[in-house]
């Protein structure tokens, strides 16, 4: 269960949602029951190395539920269903349909969001998704994580960068919007990595980024990196990081999240990682404090 933020200083999810269906409208975080190439065989086992035994989807549960509490914090919101945990392309293109349609059946739910690979996304699943976006508000989340191939080999991410840049141009083709998940603080990059693969991803037809603090989490192959082979920022150094990748991101491209949401009992390090109010209120401290604001390196 996801509640997007508003910001003033960047280009928030939650804003841009606001302005465009003239309402609060909050993401409700779903399990629908798929797994992930890269846990199965098929690409790799075990997933990669900072995914949970839930595939990112520790929150996720049922709608009726999320509706039923959500309502009465928010009685005019409106929703997006988010599929996130594991890969919700990855499956028999009829399975999909049923499960994206049923879960837009539900009142007040006015569009739909789809966490996948890059490299589960066959012609079938594209055509599919082409439906979906002539009918519903439509969004498409990509987790690359790092453009640099060694890192991705360390993270056993099990693809390599041109499968991303064929599903950008695959999604793109078809006018469905992307969003492009990263982490920072991936295992023996630097800053300068970190903001390559900003670089990177903005110079792309994108919708928006992900900004993801890099969080070890219990039962995970990370959690034996920790502490010998992974730099844990503290909480200012990762502001001071958030805000300065936020100012060379253009303007247009919707920011859907700025840290990391962990749940405590299995958050390893680090130690902050779950005070997300407190992130985000320094990071509006930050940019207030530099007189700054989304994109102004690039202007």
């Not at 280009?11 to 846990?39: E, H, M, Q, W």
């Not at 709608?63 to 919101?77: A, D, E, F, T, V």
């Not at 083709?173 to 982490?183: E, F, M, N, P, S």
Request: charged share 25%.
């Amino acid at each position: 269960m996801v509640s997007d933020f508003d910001h003033p200083y960047f280009n928030s999810i939650g804003s841009y949602l606001k302005k465009k269906f003239g309402c609060k409208v909050i993401k409700l975080s779903l399990d629908a029951g798929f797994t992930c190439p890269n846990r199965d065989g098929t690409k790799g086992n075990g997933g990669c190395i900072f995914c949970s035994a839930e595939g990112s989807g520790d929150f996720a549960s049922d709608i009726p539920g999320q509706i039923r509490l959500l309502s009465k914090k928010w009685p005019s919101g409106k929703y997006i269903a988010y599929f996130q945990s594991h890969t919700n392309t990855y499956a028999p293109v009829e399975v999909l349909r049923e499960k994206f349609n049923h879960a837009l059946e539900y009142p007040d739910v006015i569009g739909i969001a789809i966490a996948t690979r890059p490299d589960c996304l066959s012609q079938e699943v594209l055509d599919l998704l082409s439906e979906l976006n002539r009918h519903t508000f439509l969004w498409v989340e990509l987790g690359l994580q790092t453009i640099h191939e060694k890192t991705a080999e360390l993270i056993n991410r099990c693809y390599p960068l041109s499968v991303f840049d064929q599903a950008i141009s695959d999604l793109s083709a078809r006018k469905i919007k992307t969003v492009v998940h990263l982490i920072l603080g991936l295992p023996g990059e630097t800053r300068e990595d970190m903001f390559d693969s900003v670089n990177y991803v903005c110079n792309k037809d994108i919708f928006g980024i992900k900004l993801h603090l890099m969080n070890v989490l219990k039962d995970t192959k990370l959690a034996e990196f920790y502490p010998d082979r992974i730099h844990i920022p503290e909480k200012e150094e990762y502001i001071n990081l958030v805000v300065d990748a936020l100012e060379i991101i253009p303007k247009h491209i919707t920011i859907h999240r700025v840290t990391a949401d962990a749940p405590r009992h299995l958050l390893i390090a680090p130690s902050w990682g779950c005070e997300k109010r407190t992130i985000l209120n320094g990071i509006q401290k930050e940019f207030k404090t530099r007189g700054s604001y989304q994109g102004i390196h690039l202007e």
